[in-house]
Nanobody
Framework: QVQLVESGGGLVQAGGSLRLSCTTS?????????MGWFRQAAGKAREFVAA????????SLADSVKGRFAISRDNAKNTVYLQMNSLKPEDTATYYC??????????????????WGQGTQVTVSS
């Protein structure tokens, strides 16, 4: 398993931006992994936000965040990012970074990811 650490969450007003980062706490490199972001709001199931293949050449976003969020990775820095713009109150959730040894597909499920971070809270005020 990969030990993942997220950062960058916080409190922001609606319309604002945040950039989440995810890296490893050990000597494991993420360059060979499909990486994803998921979120879970209070009382709701964990939902897919974005995924990116090992090279960054293929990616997917949930319909609810298309046009507002972007996923990217910098394998040289061993980091994956989630840029979140035009944030809405309904984006409020705990955001989790995840790593998968499964080949990327456009329909990644939580069950495809074997390693998860501890989560970072994003709160968007209206």
């Amino acid at each position: 398993q990969v030990q993942l650490v997220e950062s960058g969450g916080g409190l922001v007003q609606a319309g604002g931006s945040l950039r989440l980062s995810c890296t490893t706490s050990g000597r494991t490199f993420i360059s060979s992994y499909t990486m994803g972001w998921f979120r879970q709001a209070a009382g709701k199931a964990r939902e897919f936000v974005a995924a990116i293949n090992w090279s960054g050449g293929r990616l997917s976003l949930a319909d609810s965040v298309k046009g507002r969020f972007a996923i990217s990775r910098d394998n040289a820095k061993n980091t994956v990012y989630l840029q979140m713009n035009s944030l809405k109150p309904e984006d409020t959730a705990t955001y989790y970074c995840a790593a998968s040894s499964t080949t990327y597909s456009s329909s990644m499920l939580p069950s495809h990811f074997g390693s998860w971070g501890q989560g970072t809270q994003v709160t968007v005020s209206s």
